[in-house]
Structure formats: structure tokens, C-alpha cells
């Protein structure tokens, strides 16, 4: 061995200290050196910072029973060196997923599926359903240009309130002269422009104009009617009583015109206000009057023309419908766009919790139930079922909450349309059974023992109480005519003034009684 052999430098100095025969033979590994400069894997030693690698077993090197390598025969010469080496590189296997992954795989799924039911429910809005049957059985106007809404808003227009500025609480025949001669004088333009409009033979109530401004909102109107009164009371007071009847039956006239204009709800509000006054005047004449039976049924007929009905009430539902349609989708309700409420043509912007299809089959439900209610043989006293609209507000964030709730608001003006109609009827049934009872008086001077009595020559039918669906309640002795009211019972009659105000007991008087004198 000489002192530039590489090899028995390496085998001298990894020779045990003894020498001899029992001296293990070196590893071709521990005679390779460049396989320390190839990468390695394994333990990095403490003491040289470098890594350990364990090298692969020779055929001669394998492990017994005992723990220890065995070792085949020595190597008597020089070892030569592998020519290559590949280190091995083991590749990183996937960890299989620990069985307390699977719970979490499993609440995330059903979150995410709650998640998508949740949203589905406040984002699905239903179909809208037919409509068929809410549809009003009348043609629309095709007149080019009508006058009748220029020429209310005319007679609004006109208008002079009284001095104060405000209505008096009492009716116009309760006034003193003075003030209702103001009244009366100050408003001859106004009653001018009303008798235009009331001479007007084309109203056109279903013409497409009226649909661009809610004229029957106009906060003029008690004052408008206040004047019919005050001009009713003031010729009474003249002494001009058949003047005083015609300026009456004009307010029924005017009730009559404003029932059949469907554009805005408003309009049938109006229309029973109008009947209201024109029977409670028609009630405060009939008691002192001294008209001859000829005259007076005269006025009976055209009264009982003008009285409101409840297939009139049927079809504006079903126009007061598509009103509501309209407002929830304008032009894409498929309504003709010139009937568009106040010509607007947006549909309502879109709001959190409102369904504009559900919304509208609520509507749908409410309106057939209020068509059957007008129907009804009996008036409506209950009012339909519809929560109010702070009720609904309190049901939290619902899927629909505020459809339900603007619903609820918009049908408050609807709910009491059958009562309030039935309450119309028994007033024109008190009064037009006055008519017959004083016509009665002028030409017989006696009061009629029965009102069925008064058939056939003074009426032809004994009007019926819509609340009860059985004849007026008549009391000879104290000269009273009344019905049962809104609750039903009878409670012997209850005159108030004006007349008939009390719904619960809606009276009028006869003017005399059995015990007095008839003039």
C-alpha cells in the first residue's frame, strides 16, 4: 500500500483498533466517495450537521436472528466503486382523511342546502294566476275628447269656503241665515259650473281620461257638497220648497254620475257621501213640507233612479282590482297604457320581502270575497277578515311580509264598502218610503195605518231593511220610520240630526203623529 491509495487510507482509518482476522472487511459503500456529494435523505447528525443515509444492504450483509449483520467472506482486494447511483426518492402518498373530517363534510352540505332553501323561499315569487273573473264587463270609451273631469275640476275650482275657512260641525239647515246666505251668495259661480256638469248628457264615466288625476280626492269635496245643502236649506228658508227639493235631488244626481266612474276608488267614496247628504236633506224637507201629491212623486221617481245598487258596487270591485294590478306592475299588467293610474308608467320599484305576484293573488282572494259580500242578500256587517296593516308589520321579515302588509293597508279602503253600501240603501229605503207616506198625507190627510198599506198606489214594494231582509220598522204613534242599523237589533228608533246619522239606527220622522193635527 502506498501513501496516495485512497482505498487503504479509507480502510486503515475505519479499521477497528484491533487488527487481525477478526477485522471486518470495509462496505463498498464506505469506499465510495461520491456518493456523499449526491442528495441525500434521512437523519441529519448532530455533530457534522450532514445526513445520514443508510446504504443498501449487500446480499452478504443481512440481518440474523440476533440483531447482527452478517458478513460473507472478505474482500482480499480493492473494491471498486458502483458506476452510477440513483439516490432513492420516495414519493409523498396523499393522507387518507381522518374519520372526524367526515361530521364537518357533512354539517357544511347541510348548511349550504339550508342556505339555498332559505334564499329559494325569499326569492321565489309564485305564478300569478288567472284573473278572469275580476275583470269589469263594460267597453272602454272610445270618444275622442270629453269634458266631464275638466269640468269638475272647474267646479272645484270655484269653490269659495265659508268665512271662516272651515265647515261649520252642524248641517246647513241648523245655520243662521246670515252665515248661510254668505255661503249660499258667495258660491254662484260654483253652483253654475255644478249645474253645467249636471246637464251634461255624455258623462263617459269609463273614458280613459278620467284615469289621469284622482279627482275624487280632492279634499274640496265635503266642501262641495256642503253647498248643494246650504243652497237646499237657504230656498226652504225662501219659501221656494220646490226649489229646495230640485237642489236635493241634484246631490242624489251627482252620487248617481260619480257610482259609475271606476278609474279611482275614490269616485264610489264620494258617490255614497253625495247620496248621504241628498237623503238627509231630502229627510229635514219631507218633514214640514206642503208639496201636492203630484209634486212629490215626481221627486220620488227621480229619487228612487238615483239610488245605488249593488251589481253597480259588484263591477267597480272588480275595476277597484285592476286599479291595485296596475299600481303593483304598470304597463306590464297588460292594462291600455293611457289607463295607467296618473299616466304613470314605472312599475312599482322592487322592495326587500315583497313578491309582487303573491301580493297580487292576495288581492285576488280579497276581492272575490268583498264581490260576494256585495252579493250577499244581508249587508255586510262583519267586513272581510284582512289583518291590519301594523299587524302585519309585526310578523318579522317574512318571505312576502310587506306585500302582505301593503295589501292589508291598501284593502282598508275597500273593507267597508259592502256595510257602508248597505247603510246607502236603508237610507234611500227610509226616504223613499217617506215620499210615499207623505204623498199618503197630502192627498188622504191621514197617516197610513200599515206601510204595507201604501201598495200599490204609493209604492210598489214596501222597501226591505238590508240588514235584516224583513220591511222598515214604522211606528204610527210617534210618527218614526227606521231600520235596524248595522248591529242588527232594533232599538225603537233613534232620530238624530241630521237625519239618519246614527248607523246603528238609522231613523227619519214622519212630521206628525197619529195625535196631531194634520194641516
Known amino acids: 500500500m502506498t501513501d496516495d491509495d485512497p482505498l487503504a487510507e479509507a480502510t486503515a482509518a475505519r479499521a477497528p483498533a484491533g487488527s487481525g482476522a477478526d477485522a471486518r472487511a470495509p462496505s463498498p459503500w464506505e469506499l465510495d466517495f461520491e456518493w456523499r456529494d449526491a442528495p441525500r435523505s434521512g437523519v441529519r447528525r448532530p455533530e457534522t450537521g450532514l445526513v445520514a443515509v443508510s446504504p443498501a444492504r449487500s446480499p452478504s450483509e443481512q440481518p440474523t436472528s440476533g440483531g447482527k449483520t452478517k458478513s460473507g467472506p ?17 414519493r409523498p402518498q396523499p393522507a387518507a382523511p381522518s374519520s372526524g373530517a367526515w361530521p364537518a363534510v357533512v354539517v357544511l352540505s347541510m348548511g349550504l342546502l339550508l342556505f339555498v332553501f332559505v334564499a329559494w323561499q325569499y326569492l321565489w315569487d309564485e305564478p300569478r294566476g288567472s284573473d278572469d273573473d275580476l275583470r269589469p264587463r263594460r267597453a272602454v270609451d272610445q270618444t275622442p275628447v270629453v269634458g266631464a273631469p275638466q269640468r269638475i275640476r272647474r267646479f272645484l275650482d ?20 246670515p252665515a248661510l246666505a254668505r255661503f249660499f251668495k258667495g258660491n254662484g259661480a260654483a253652483l253654475d259650473n255644478l249645474g253645467d256638469l249636471l246637464e251634461d248628457a255624455d258623462w263617459h264615466p269609463a273614458h280613459a281620461a278620467w284615469h289621469a288625476v284622482d279627482l275624487g280626492a280632492d279634499p274640496r269635496w265635503p266642501a262641495a257638497l256642503a253647498l248643494k245643502q246650504a243652497e237646499c ?74 239610488q245605488p245598487a ?4 259588484v263591477e267597480a270591485l272588480n275595476a277597484f282590482y285592476l286599479h291595485e294590478k296596475k299600481l303593483i306592475f304598470g304597463p ?50 262583519g267586513l272581510i277578515s284582512v289583518k291590519d296593516a301594523a299587524a302585519q308589520h309585526q310578523l318579522g321579515y317574512q318571505p312576502n311580509s310587506a ?43 191621514t197617516l197610513p195605518p200599515t206601510l204595507e198599506s201604501l201598495r200599490p198606489r204609493y209604492l210598489l214594494d214596501v222597501p226591505h231593511d238590508p240588514f235584516s231582509a224583513s220591511p ?21 228608533g233613534a232620530p238624530t240630526s241630521p237625519a239618519m246619522r246614527d248607523p246603528a239606527e238609522p231613523t227619519v220622522e214622519i212630521g206628525v203623529g197619529i195625535a196631531a193635527a194634520v194641516q
Open 74 to 90: 472478505s474482500l482480499s482486494g480493492p473494491v471498486e466503486a458502483p458506476e452510477s447511483y440513483v439516490p432513492m426518492v420516495r
Open 403 to 445: 306585500g302582505e302588509s301593503y295589501c292589508a293597508a291598501r284593502m282598508e279602503g275597500y273593507r267597508a264598502l259592502p256595510a257602508q253600501l248597505g247603510l246607502a240603501r236603508a237610507r234611500g229605503g227610509l226616504v223613499v218610503t217617506l215620499f210615499a207616506v207623505r204623498r199618503c198625507i197630502a192627498e188622504q190627510r
Open 233 to 306: 236649506a237657504y230656498l226652504a228658508r225662501l219659501g221656494q220648497e220646490e226649489a229646495a227639493f230640485v237642489a236635493a235631488i241634484d246631490l242624489a244626481d251627482l252620487g248617481k254620475r260619480l257610482e259609475e266612474v271606476w278609474a279611482w276608488p275614490s269616485f264610489y267614496s264620494r258617490a255614497l257621501e253625495a247620496q248621504e247628504r241628498s237623503a238627509q236633506a231630502l229627510a229635514e224637507l219631507l218633514k214640514k213640507t206642503r208639496l201636492p201629491e203630484e209634486t212629490l212623486r215626481q221627486f220620488q221617481r227621480q229619487f228612487s233612479l238615483c
Open 332 to 381: 306590464a299588467s297588460g292594462e291600455p297604457l293611457d289607463t295607467m293610474p296618473g299616466g304613470t308608467q314605472l312599475k312599482r320599484p322592487g322592495r326587500l320581502f315583497f313578491k309582487p305576484q303573491a301580493t297580487l293573488r292576495l288581492f285576488m282572494e280579497h276581492f272575490r270575497r268583498l264581490k260576494m259580500e256585495a252579493q250577499a242578500p244581508l249587508a255586510n256587517v
Open 158 to 177: 270655484s269653490i269659495v269656503p265659508p268665512d271662516s275657512g272651515a265647515l261649520p260641525a252642524t248641517p246647513p239647515w241648523m245655520w243662521d241665515t
Open 310 to 313: 249593488a251589481d253597480k258596487l
Open 472 to 492: 222598515l220598522h214604522y211606528d204610527i204613534r210617534r210618527g218614526w220610520i227606521w231600520s235596524v242599523g248595522i248591529d242588527l237589533r232594533s232599538q225603537g
